[in-house]
Each structure stands twice: as structure tokens, then as C-alpha cells.
């Protein structure tokens, strides 16, 4: 016997017990075992999409706080400025007179010395 026929003896012996029933056979189990992962794969994509979902939607909620809130500090904003102008046109009505230059350098000279002394005595 030659020792190069005995390989695809071998090889041919093992595809002699096979049938076409057995082939397809394990090509119908095979397709169940790629429908059931496809399944899995599905109901995993399900999750998957419903966390985002979830997710989105507490973005969409957290976002829509924030606007309310920058919107409310705009209007604080707002009046703040509007309180701070008609400030500063009380200051400048004080300021154009000279008495009045007079007297606010009077008061600020009281209130310098008393934080000196204050300072001093503590």
C-alpha cells in the first residue's frame, strides 16, 4: 500500500456516513441557533434603545431647567441694572452741586475716622 492513498482514503472515509439529510439537517440547526442569537441581539438593541430613551429625556427635562433658570437671572439681571442706573443718576444729581461734594467729603471723612478708631481700640 502506498503511503500517500491512505490520507484520502481517510479523508473519503469520513465523508462516506454523510447524507444530504444530515447536512441539511445541521444547516436547519444552525439557522435556529442564528435566529435565536439574532433574538438576543434584538431584545439586547430593545434595552439598549430604551436606556437612550430614558436618557434623552432627562437631558431634554435638565436642559429645560437651565433656560428657566438663565431666564429668570436675566430678568434679576434685568432690574438689577435698572435699579443700579437710577442709582448712579441719584449720585450724579448729588455730585453736580458743590455743597453737596462738600457734605458727602464731610460724611466720608466721619466714616473714615470712625473705622480708624475703631480699628485702633479693638
Do not use: C, W
Not at 453737596?100 to 464731610?106: G, I, N
Amino acid at each position: 500500500m502506498n503511503p500517500r492513498r491512505e490520507p484520502r482514503g481517510g479523508r473519503s472515509s469520513l465523508f462516506d456516513g454523510i447524507e444530504e439529510g444530515g447536512i441539511r439537517a445541521a444547516s436547519s440547526y444552525s439557522h435556529e441557533i442564528n435566529e435565536h442569537e439574532n433574538e438576543r441581539a434584538l431584545e439586547g438593541l430593545q434595552d439598549r434603545v430604551i436606556l437612550l430613551k430614558r436618557l434623552s429625556g432627562d437631558i431634554n427635562e435638565e436642559v429645560d431647567t437651565h433656560n428657566r433658570m438663565l431666564d429668570r437671572m436675566g430678568n434679576d439681571m434685568d432690574s438689577s441694572r435698572g435699579f443700579l442706573s437710577g442709582t448712579m443718576d441719584r449720585f450724579k444729581t448729588v455730585f453736580e452741586t458743590k455743597s453737596s461734594r462738600r457734605m458727602l467729603t464731610l460724611v466720608a471723612s466721619f466714616v473714615g475716622l470712625f473705622l480708624v478708631i475703631y480699628y485702633l481700640t479693638r
